[in-house]
Structure formats: C-alpha cells, structure tokens
C-alpha cells in the first residue's frame, strides 16, 4: 500500500528532516556553509530581479528565499518553480561546450527545491531536484528526478540518527552467507576488506572495524548530495542519495541510488546507457556502461564495468574490467580481467592478476549439504573455457585450468601449474611451473602489462605485481620440498595419494617430476639475484647483509605482501587501541611498506643459501647462463605464435599476414621485454663499482 501523505505546500523545501519539522531558512543556509564553502556572499533577490524572473514565466514559494550572488543575471532563469531555499551565483552570458553539446549558462525548465547553484551552471529540463550542492560549471540536462534524503548515505555503510540496524547495508564478499560480510565506506582499500572478511574469528575487532566506520562518516541526518564543478549529467532518470565528484560524466543512466562516484581532473569517472547501480561506491577513474547492474559493490580506482555486466556483493579491485558475465560475493584484488557473457564468479576470493575465460563456472550454488561454500584462487589464476569447479577449492598462485569440469575440490600446492582433469584416465593430472618452462613469455608480458596500466597514486611500498616475489616464491619453495620427496614412476611422472590435493578416492598425477624441480630452482635463481640487483648499491651483488631475521609466512592482503608477523602486529595493536580508526591503520600499514626492500633482500639471501651458492662469481655465471637462455625461450614462445601454418592457415598470402598481424621482429613489447633482459646482463658483465 502507497502511504501518500498530503502536506500544506508552503512546507516543501523546509521539512528536510525525517520527523516532519521544519529548519529555520538561516539554520539551512548555516548547514550548507558548513559543508561547502562558497567563494561568494548570497544576498535576496533586488525587486527588478523578481520582476524579471516573473515576466519569464518563473514562480517561487517565497522570493524572499531565493538568494543569489553578485553577477547573478535574471534573464537566464526561465520557466523554473522553486520552493525553499535557493541559493545561485553568478551567472554569465556565456554557454558551456563539452564534446558536441552546446549548452547556454543559466536555469531553464525546471523545477528545483532547496539547492545551492554555484556559477555559471546550465541547468535544463530537470523535472525535479532537490537538496544538492551543484558546484560551478556543471551541466545538467534531461534528468526526471535527482534529490538526497535526510539520512543519505552516499554507498557507505552507515545508520543516521534514529535508524536501526536493520537498515545497514552491508557487503556480503567472499560467502553468500553473509557471516563474511563488511561495511563499505569511501576510501576502503582491498586490504581492508580482506582483514574484515577473513578474520572472523576475532570479535573484538570486528565491533572496532564496525565502529571505525560508524566514526569516520557520523550519525547527523540532513547532509546534501554534492555534484563536483565540470560535471556532465544528461539524459538520466533517477538519481537519489548520490554524491559525486568533479569532471564526472553520467548519461543515460537508468537508476542511480545511494552512492558515492569518486571522480577528478586527472581521474574523472564516467557512468553511461542503462546503468542501474544501488548501494555502492564508484573510485577514482572508474567506468560503468551499457546496461550495467552493480548492487552493494565497491569498484576500487580505475575498474570498469561494461556490456551488462552484474557485480553484486563484491569488492572489485583497481585496475580491473568485467564485461558481460557475472559476479556475485566475491573479494576481488587488483587487476582481474572477466570479458565474456557466459562466465559467473561466486563466492570467492581471488588476489588479483587473474583472467576468467568464456564459459567459466567458478563456484556453482548449493552443491554441498551445508551452506554454500567458497573459494581461494591466489594470484595468477586462469581458468581455461568452460571451467566449472566446485567449492570448497584452493589454487596456489598462477593455476591455469584446462577445460573441463572438476567433480572434486581440489587444493593445489603448486604454483605456476596447468591443471587438467583426465577424463580418459579419469585422474587429475598437475604439471608444475608449466608457465616457467612452456610460456614464459607470457609471464614477461603479464608483468609488462600490470605496470603499465598501474594508475593508482601513493601505493605502499609492498605493492608487488611481479609474478616472482615473497608470496610466490614462499609457495615455489614449499612446492620445490614436496616435488624432491615424490618417486618417479618410469615416465618421469609421480603420484600423490588420493585426499591430498584432490577431495576423491583417486590419485592425482604429477607431470614432468623432474623438469618441474629445475624450472622451480630456476626462478628462485631469477628472483634472488634480481632481487639483489636491484638493491645493488656499491657494485655487483654488494648488497649490505641484512641476515636472515625471524621466519616468515608472506600474505597477499588485498594486492599487498606483508608477513604473518606484520598481520599479528596489526590485529594485536587494534585490539590494545593503538591503532583506533582507519586512518590510523593505512598509516601503519605504510610504514611497513618502508622495509619491505630489506626484507625482499633477506629472502634472497636465504634462497641463495638454499641453492648452495658460495662466491659472487658462481651466482653471476648462473645467472647470465639463465637470462640468455630466458631471452630464448621468449623468442622461440613468441615466435611459434608467428610461425604456426594453422595460425597463417586464415591468410591468402604472406603480404596479408604480414598486414595484419605484423613480424615478430617489429613487437614492441617482445622488443621492449628483451632490452630488459639485455640491460640486466649488462648490469652483471659491467658493474658500477666492482668491490669483489
């Protein structure tokens, strides 16, 4: 049943609290100062102005309450109603241009209550908005309804004064039975979420993150929506309860409610055709369009949305694209790539540098006897077409999963492996490092790619998005231990017993035994001597010993790499209140970014030790001998995919080929990764300032 109330109309515009009462026009104008500081005085209107705002056609509850500043024109306000409280500034003869739109300065059809208009605003054809601050130079065209309520909470996920829990929008990743869930707010990092979710088993600081939240946003009713100068709105339905930033772009959008759209010069924002999102919160330098559906999300800085995409329930992290598919109650990290129609994501969390192929089904509902379960892909992860896997699953960094089904949940211990299930042997089959030794250039690119689409600002010092560094590396020496303890079978595979890896009654075949352990010495080769390279100081390898300091587990904590240690410091500091609010935690969390150098230094010279390398010269002549023979495995990966008849089979001629898909020799990129290689051997071969 509709609760249709009706109300005197001299009310409209001064009952902005929820109980009905009305505020003072003073005590208005006093809470708007507050929240925004206009770089001009607001005076009433003189009478020629009201006489001018009549003749064309203008009404207002009271003209008493429409105030404006000096370079006000009245000859640019036509057929407009207003009620309550009005505040505009100067306004020129002058129109605003952005891209093919040519709109003239001023207010033109349009009904507006208890605003403030900063100067030089085209405002058209807005049938009804209500309770904004629109700042200057903004254009607003052909929107039916935008307004804020008293208790607007712009996304984040918070109660105003009266509310009761009930009402608290929470964010439900990572399960779909909400007993991981998280509060939104703006500014959440990827970090933040996951210490939320994974943590469960500390009550104590889940009430404090819960507070921190409820903190750092307040209780008090009553706050207007905001619209950032250089603002583009055209062509929108609704628009309730949204805050949104600077050289934002919004077009054609369905259903805009509850939200914050973070957007700025450098970063700006952009919100297009058929999108309807409700309870959630846009970062900086973030896209959503063409029938887009996102429900109680977070979309970190500069993460697009697009072709129908759904993202509901979930953190989605920087840097990353879903188009067309599904995602529900996950915690994504930076850099996840999900591009095709039939794909579904659920439950889950996955650390980023991660690409959903066509037809995935990662984690199907209700297949268990309990609750719906979830799952862990670590970075890296690749499900091949038409993956379907089953809850509960664990997959160690850079799994790339044949096509297939997999009845059973897997826990996979090793990284950098193609996994297949063998339906003809019905067995699941593991070939470890497989991208070390079969696609390494592949890997090169992938690092090449997430450092040059890196656009976040003032990323703590442990962001790593090398696909060798302390968490994988940690995880190759783990799956280095276990390899050596197998026995070879005669074909050089091994077996391991049946509920180790896989949840089956049958064994799970280990590929390439052998070739697996060098390719893993190899990288952890790689990464030690890079590592110290890149900290060298006084010459080649003399990198100040910083010993090998406590034992150490390293963590992916949403896109960071930090120690168990560093983990325990932090949850012991929250629950002692040294750390009291949000703030307080990034700010702490910075400052470990600062050894990370060290200790990044400090594992290498364990790997080292582990690989028995005894002199500076022994580690140099391996590691030329394994950048030359890298530089070739490139090469020769890359250049099958330019020399494959089937590939060419598409083509009439050589000409055409070469016309469309160019020659090896002229990538860019294989170019570039190979000057790479080149620059390091040089680095070893002539070193700054030799001191061995």
């Given at each position: 049943m509709n609760d249709i109330q009706k109300k005197p109309i001299e009310h409209i515009g001064y009952d902005f609290v929820a109980d009905g009462s009305q505020r003072e026009v003073d005590i208005d104008a006093g809470k708007r100062d507050l929240q925004k500081q206009w770089p001009y005085t607001f005076r009433p209107l003189e009478p020629v102005e009201i006489e001018i705002l009549v003749q064309q056609k203008n009404t207002a509850?009271?003209?008493?309450?429409?105030?404006?500043?000096?370079?006000?024109?009245?000859?640019?306000?036509?057929?407009?109603?207003?009620?309550?409280?009005?505040?505009i500034g100067p306004l020129h003869p002058v129109y605003l241009e952005f891209h093919d739109l040519n709109l003239p300065v001023g207010i033109y059809n349009s009904t507006l209550i208890s605003c403030d208009l900063g100067e030089d605003v085209a405002i058209m054809n807005v049938s009804y908005l209500a309770h904004y601050l629109i700042e200057p130079s903004v254009i607003l065209l052909n929107i039916d309804e935008m307004h804020v309520?008293?208790?607007?909470?712009?996304?984040?996920?918070?109660?105003?004064?009266?509310?009761?829990?009930?009402?608290?929008?929470?964010?439900?990743?990572?399960?779909e039975n909400g007993r991981r869930s998280v509060l939104p707010f703006v500014g959440m990092t990827?970090?933040?979420?996951?210490?939320?979710?994974?943590?469960?088993?500390?009550?104590?600081?889940?009430?404090?993150?819960?507070?921190?939240?409820?903190?750092q946003v307040g209780s008090d009713r009553g706050a207007y929506g905001v619209v950032g100068t250089q603002t583009v709105i055209k062509s929108c339905r609704i628009i309730k309860d949204v805050r949104i930033g600077s050289h934002a772009y919004i077009k054609g959008a369905n259903k805009l409610k509850n939200l914050t759209i973070s957007s700025e010069a450098h970063r700006p924002s952009q919100i297009g055709e058929g999108v309807e999102m409700v309870n959630g919160i846009m970062g900086f330098g973030c896209r959503a369009f063409y029938g887009v559906k996102a429900i109680r999300f977070i979309m970190d800085d500069h993460t697009t949305l697009k072709y129908g995409a759904r993202l509901i329930n979930s953190?989605?992290?920087?840097?990353?694209?879903?188009?067309?598919?599904?995602?529900?109650?996950?915690?994504?990290?930076?850099?996840?790539?999900?591009?095709?129609?039939?794909?579904?994501?659920?439950?889950?969390?996955?650390?980023?540098?991660?690409?959903?192929?066509?037809?995935?089904?990662?984690?199907?509902n209700h297949n268990t006897r309990q609750a719906d379960g979830e799952f862990i892909a670590k970075?890296?992860?690749?499900?091949?077409?038409?993956?379907?896997?089953?809850?509960?699953?664990?997959?160690?960094?850079?799994?790339?999963?044949?096509?297939?089904?997999?009845?059973?949940?897997?826990?996979?211990?090793?990284?950098?492996?193609?996994?297949?299930?063998?339906?003809?042997?019905?067995?699941?089959?593991?070939?470890?490092?497989?991208?070390?030794?079969?696609?390494?250039?592949?890997?090169?690119?992938?690092?090449?790619?997430?450092?040059?689409?890196?656009?976040?600002?003032?990323?703590?010092?442990?962001?790593?998005?090398?696909?060798?560094?302390?968490?994988?590396?940690?995880?190759?020496?783990?799956?280095?231990?276990?390899?050596?303890?197998?026995?070879?079978?005669?074909?050089?595979?091994?077996?391991i017993p049946a509920g180790q890896v896989e949840n089956s009654k049958r064994t799970v075949r280990i590929l390439k035994v052998t070739n697996a352990i060098r390719?893993?010495?190899e990288m952890l080769l790689y990464f030690a001597a890079k590592s110290l390279l890149e900290g060298e100081k006084d010459g080649l390898f003399a990198v100040e010993d910083y010993g090998h300091g406590q034992?150490?587990?390293?963590?992916?904590?949403?896109?960071?790499?930090?120690?168990?240690?560093?983990?325990?410091?932090?949850?012991?500091?929250?629950?002692?209140?040294?750390?009291?609010s949000w703030s307080d935690l990034h700010e702490t969390i910075d400052g470990f970014g600062q050894d990370y150098p060290f200790m990044k230094i400090r594992l290498a010279r364990e790997i080292l030790d582990e690989l028995e390398f005894r002199s500076t010269d022994q580690l140099a002549g391996e590691y030329l001998n394994l950048l030359d023979e890298l530089k070739s495995k490139i090469q020769d990966s890359r250049r099958k995919d330019f020399e494959n008849p089937f590939r060419k089979a598409t083509s009439m001629s050589e000409e055409e080929w070469n016309a469309v898909y160019g020659s090896v020799t002229d990538e860019d990129l294989l170019i570039e990764i190979l000057h790479k290689f080149d620059a390091a051997i040089s680095q070893v071969n002539h070193p700054a300032k030799a001191t061995h």
């Open positions: 509850s009271d003209w008493g309450h429409i105030w404006v500043a000096e370079g006000f024109d009245p000859r640019l306000v036509r057929n407009n109603r207003f009620f309550g409280l009005v505040r309520t008293d208790h607007a909470k712009f996304g984040e996920g918070v109660l105003k004064d009266g509310e009761t829990e009930a009402v608290r929008v929470w964010m439900e990743v990572m399960n990827p970090f933040d979420a996951w210490l939320w979710a994974r943590y469960r088993g500390d009550a104590s600081m889940l009430d404090k993150l819960k507070c921190w939240t409820q903190q953190y989605l992290g920087a840097n990353s694209t879903i188009s067309c598919c599904e995602v529900l109650n996950s915690l994504i990290f930076p850099f996840h790539e999900q591009h095709h129609n039939n794909s579904f994501l659920i439950a889950g969390l996955i650390e980023g540098q991660s690409n959903i192929a066509s037809g995935a089904t990662l984690g199907s970075r890296g992860f690749w499900p091949g077409l038409c993956v379907s896997i089953k809850h509960n699953s664990l997959f160690a960094s850079y799994t790339l999963l044949v096509k297939g089904d997999y009845p059973f949940e897997i826990n996979n211990p090793f990284p950098f492996a193609l996994v297949a299930n063998d339906v003809s042997r019905d067995e699941l089959s593991i070939m470890p490092a497989y991208w070390w030794m079969y696609n390494t250039y592949a890997l090169f690119r992938n690092e090449h790619k997430y450092q040059s689409r890196e656009r976040r600002q003032n990323l703590p010092g442990q962001t790593d998005t090398s696909f060798l560094a302390p968490d994988t590396v940690q995880e190759i020496r783990k799956a280095l231990k276990l390899l050596t303890e197998l026995p070879l079978e005669g074909d050089g595979s091994s077996r390719a893993y010495r034992e150490v587990t390293w963590i992916n904590g949403g896109g960071m790499l930090l120690t168990d240690h560093q983990i325990t410091s932090l949850i012991r500091r929250i629950g002692q209140n040294e750390i009291a």
